[in-house]
């Protein structure tokens, strides 16, 4: 940029033999300041509690707005797909003193909202609402868990609606790819199957969701999570005398530990007439809990973690393959898995993948440099502060942390493990976990555009998307 574009700055002037005045311009790239300080992670004021029947609450002081924001986290196990899904699209379809409009009205009295979802570990009720609202939320909360109807209409109406859903996901490309991922990498475990089938949902009726409720949606192991502009002791007490009711054993279902990745030859899903190609690349990681996660994750910020990693950099800024590559560690209950995912055109299929290899083992077999590591490492330290910066991120990671039986002070342990974490300790997680020989990949595409150029790389194992 030069100095005229500069506000507040005055270009260098010379003058012609007229006795007009130019500006010359000087080019060059101008250095970045240089970061700050990385600033100690402050933990906020927090209670909790853990009720006789089972219920933990945690509350936690966030004084931005005058909000609260709630999740509901419940251990849900195995249980047939449709019929979990049909119980989180229903499950605020009504009590036997509200209809689903009631309940919505109630919440909107008080400036509050509630929404239901499920994944293969919980069933998560989650919302938001004014502090002042706060208790008839809960009690509308509690008639829910203890009382939900399923009626007839309401669960036919929304049975209809997930099965549209459902066939629209079931066309689109990253769908498809992430199904075949996970079927890859988990083979007979349960997270090998995410979405039911439309047939299945069809089946799915009112008696046998009152009846998953009762078998499943219980305070045994369950956390509640209220987040806000909040006395963190009355909120638990409030939480506890709307919820103290809310009994039942129910049926604890264990997920197994997920299997280890098993290398094997690329599996191409074969999607005729596709104009462009999935790639989603599976490799092991770790749990948080874990002494190699710290590094594992500056590892993965190195490879594909964000815009500047060095992944992004080679398919999409050099070489424009992809608009968007992206590698992140997910973490699940029963195990943690690195996911990279990527959309290419289909005419360069084969070079992205060599690429994309090409950057894990090249970062697998030496060190990242001094400052590209150091770089990940503000990023890193950084998105962690902005996660807990709002009520509504703050809620989530207590609540994702509190499923995996943490809480916010492993956050302050997890920065000074971040902040410490030397070159060879990324090198060596990256050679551990990142090198290509361990990862398993599947490539949906037009089999008959880019299976020459994935057998080029790798053996190819064809099958229908």
């Keep these: 940029m030069s100095a005229r574009s500069e506000p507040g700055l005055r270009a260098p002037q010379s003058r012609t033999k007229k006795g007009q005045v130019t500006a010359t311009v000087e080019t060059g790239t101008r250095p970045l300041p240089a970061l700050g300080p990385t600033r100690r992670l402050k933990l906020p004021k927090q209670a909790e509690r853990t009720l006789g029947n089972g219920l933990t609450v945690i509350a936690v002081r966030r004084p931005a707005v005058p909000l609260v924001e709630l999740r509901l986290w419940m251990p849900f196990g195995r249980t047939h797909l449709a019929r979990g899904a049909m119980l989180a699209q229903t499950v605020l379809s009504g009590t036997e003193t509200m209809t689903a409009n009631q309940i919505a009205a109630e919440l909107q009295k008080v400036g509050g909202g509630l929404s239901a979802g499920i994944d293969p570990d919980r069933l998560m009720i989650s919302g938001a609402g004014l502090v002042t609202g706060l208790d008839r939320m809960l009690q509308i909360l509690a008639e829910v868990l203890t009382g939900a109807t399923y009626p007839k209409d309401w ?251 943490l809480r916010l002070d492993f956050l302050a342990e997890h920065a000074a493990r971040l902040a410490k974490a030397t070159v060879d300790d990324v090198a060596a997680a990256a050679a551990r976990y990142l090198a290509p020989a361990k990862a398993v990949t599947v490539v949906l595409g037009d089999a008959e555009r880019i299976a020459a150029q994935l057998a080029a790389l790798t053996p190819v194992h064809t099958e229908s998307a």
């Design 155 to 405: 669960v036919g109406t929304e049975r209809d609606r997930l099965i549209d859903r459902i066939q629209v996901a079931q066309s689109q490309p990253a769908h498809l790819a992430r199904t075949a991922l996970l079927k890859r990498i988990y083979g007979k475990h349960p997270y090998a199957v995410q979405t039911p089938e439309p047939a299945q949902v069809r089946a799915v009726r009112p008696p046998t969701l009152r009846r998953l409720h009762a078998e499943r949606v219980h305070p045994a192991g369950a956390v509640l999570v209220l987040v806000g502009d909040v006395q963190p002791e009355r909120v638990v007490d409030a939480a506890e005398k709307a919820l103290a009711a809310w009994n039942g054993d129910g049926h604890v279902a264990e997920l197994p530990p997920t299997p280890p990745l098993e290398p094997g030859p690329l599996l191409l899903a074969d999607r005729p007439g596709s104009v462009q190609s999935s790639l989603r690349i599976a490799l092991p990681a770790v749990p948080r809990t874990h002494p190699d996660h710290a590094a594992l994750q500056l590892a993965n910020l190195v490879f594909g973690g964000y815009f500047s990693s060095r992944w992004v950099e080679n398919i999409r800024e050099d070489k424009g393959y992809t608009y968007g590559p992206h590698s992140l560690i997910e973490h699940s209950v029963a195990g943690s898995v690195l996911v990279a995912a990527a959309e290419v055109a289909t005419e360069v299929t084969g070079p992205a993948l060599l690429e994309t290899l090409y950057e894990l083992g090249r970062l697998a077999s030496l060190p990242p440099r001094p400052d590209e590591l150091e770089q990940a490492r503000q990023y890193a330290l950084g998105t962690l502060q902005l996660g807990m910066s709002t009520q509504a991120g703050l809620a989530s990671l207590t609540s994702a942390y509190a499923g995996s039986g």
